[in-house]
């Protein structure tokens, strides 16, 4: 059974770039979240992932978006990227869309903007 | 608004002793707690969890306490080992939510 995987594992960025974040979700597991890690800090919710359609979203801009597939694995893209964007990007999934279900986590896409 | 608070950026223990983690909440509306564990350059493993129906929950060396009119729960390792040394996060969630909330995390060493 294959974990939680992210790529890519480091990226470079300049200001005003966009970028895509790709993560497949663990076997079985139908639902996909993704958490923004600022230096220092717990991670943040961005938004979550059930059967391909956006049930639930934090405290971001429109300019974060995501897609799940069919396959459920799922992209999270960033348009105009700013200097603060600089973080963790972490992918996790869990086999139901229950807020109570255990959630598996990748080990992250450090994104650096410069 | 951080509405999940650990104090303590970090924490020494010695090798057998009890490491003792906090976490203070501001939500009423939180009812599950959980803690999470972080090694450098890998993603936040689930350690164990607890329902605020219950004030403890033990897994092994492991064990969470939740004090509801406090809005505080702590997690214990006892005996502590080496391989405990790593970022401990707690985190909270309620009812209808997807998201979980969590603390700015603990960096836990445990020297030999």
């Known amino acids: 059974e294959t974990g939680v995987t992210q790529s890519p594992t480091h990226l470079i960025k300049t200001r005003g770039q966009q970028v895509t974040l790709r993560c497949s979700s663990q076997?079985?597991?139908?639902?996909v979240s993704w958490y923004q890690q600022a230096l220092g800090q717990g991670p943040q919710f961005i938004f979550q992932?059930?059967?391909?359609?956006?049930?639930g979203r934090g405290n971001f801009p429109p300019r974060f978006s995501g897609l799940q597939f069919p396959n459920y694995s799922s992209e999270l893209n960033v348009n105009a990227l700013e200097l603060d964007d600089s973080a963790l990007y972490l992918c996790a999934s869990r086999p139901s869309a229950d807020a109570r279900a255990k959630l598996f986590f990748g080990s992250g896409t450090q994104l650096s903007v410069l | 608004d951080q509405q999940v608070k650990q104090n303590s950026p970090s924490l020494s223990v010695q090798e057998g002793r009890i490491s003792i983690l906090n976490c203070d909440y501001t939500?009423?509306?939180?009812?599950?707690f959980l803690w999470y564990k972080k090694y450098p350059a890998e993603g936040p493993t689930f350690l164990i969890s607890?329902?605020?129906?219950?004030d403890k929950n033990e897994d092994g060396r492991f064990t969470v306490f939740l004090n509801k009119s406090a809005k505080h729960l702590s997690l214990h390792i006892v005996p502590s080992q080496p391989g405990d040394s790593a970022v401990y996060f707690c985190?909270?969630?309620?009812?209808?939510?997807?998201?979980?909330?969590f603390g700015q995390g603990t960096r836990l060493t445990i020297n030999p």
């Open positions: 992932y059930y059967r391909e359609e956006e049930n």
């Open positions: 985190a909270a969630s309620h009812q209808g939510a997807q998201k979980l909330v």
């Open positions: 076997s079985g597991h139908n639902t």
């Open positions: 607890i329902s605020s129906i219950k």
């Open positions: 939500n009423s509306m939180f009812d599950y």
